[in-house]
């Protein structure tokens, strides 16, 4: 296979793609509105799609709390587009001018704990409604999958909000990667996931897999995959040596694993979006 170097004139840099198409930056509005403006901030994304007319399955990519690097620029929608889906990578963090975490947007208060996770939610839906008016998509089979502190956007703001009132037009299924299930405050206590919905944690990601292992839903909706010897980012290639993050998460690169979560990931998606 020939190997060319695409540079993109986006906020993602240049990256090496070897058979894949160049992924395209859009912009969208976000789904509710900003808390300090009042306006439905715009927000960018970076759009990946298999060749052909379609209709495709898509998911929509919330990104860590490093934002939005090459695993999700690259690497999953990549990978997402060989089985046949279109991907909307979504850079929360870049479009309201943020760096990395600790921000000044993901500073939880004690009054709002929530407010950063439902403001990504609003991002992630506001990603869906822009995916649902594409003609290379179908409009009803479209899942999100967050990693890190997208996984923590789905555990705290999207699976509680869809248990109280699930939209008719919501996301179809849910996957989060590393999530934490307690951040300031543990996730909503709920007896099921109020659409089929995945976690995937590493066996040595422990803080987090065991707050996952207490909060999250029990009922048959739900799936949790524990990965032998991995920790957290996972499947972040940058991390060849032992990092932490922001808040203390022990970081390294599994291939191992990150081939083991792309497995289940396919295999989730074709049960719940592909039928």
Not at 74 to 87: D, R
Not at 203 to 229: A, F, M, S, W
Not at 259 to 274: D, G, M, N, P, Y
Request: net charge positive; with cysteine; proline share 7%.
């Amino acid at each position: 296979m020939i190997c060319r170097l695409f540079r993109l004139v986006t906020l993602f840099g240049s990256l090496l793609l070897c058979g894949f198409s160049n992924p395209t930056s859009v912009t969208f509005k976000s789904a509710a509105p900003d808390l300090t403006t009042g306006k439905h901030l715009s927000i960018r994304g970076l759009l990946s799609k298999p060749g052909g007319a379609g209709p495709f399955p898509a998911i929509v990519i919330l990104h860590t709390c490093g934002g939005v690097r090459q695993n999700l620029s690259l690497i999953w929608p990549k990978f997402l587009v060989e089985q046949g889906y279109v991907s909307l990578t979504v850079d929360s963090f870049g479009s309201r001018g943020v760096g990395n975490c600790p921000n000044e947007f993901t500073r939880t208060t004690t009054d709002k704990p929530l407010r950063p996770y439902k403001a990504i939610a609003a991002d992630a839906h506001g990603a869906l409604a822009y995916l649902r008016k594409l003609p290379i998509v179908k409009s009803k089979d479209v899942a999100v999958a967050g990693f890190s502190l997208g996984g923590i956007v789905i555990h705290m703001a999207i699976l509680p909000a869809y248990a109280k009132s699930k939209p008719s037009l919501g996301f179809k299924a849910a996957i989060s990667l590393y999530g934490n299930c307690a951040v300031r405050v543990p996730m909503e206590k709920l007896p099921d996931a109020p659409l089929p919905f995945m976690a995937i944690i590493g066996e040595k990601d422990k803080r987090i897999l065991g707050n996952c292992q207490k909060y999250l839903p029990r009922g048959p909706n739900t799936k949790l995959h524990v990965l032998p010897g991995a920790y957290h980012a996972f499947d972040i290639s940058f991390f060849r040596t032992m990092q932490h993050g922001f808040r203390g998460a022990p970081m390294l690169y599994n291939e191992k694993a990150a081939q083991t979560a792309r497995k289940l990931v396919a295999e989730f998606l074709r049960e719940h979006i592909s039928k």
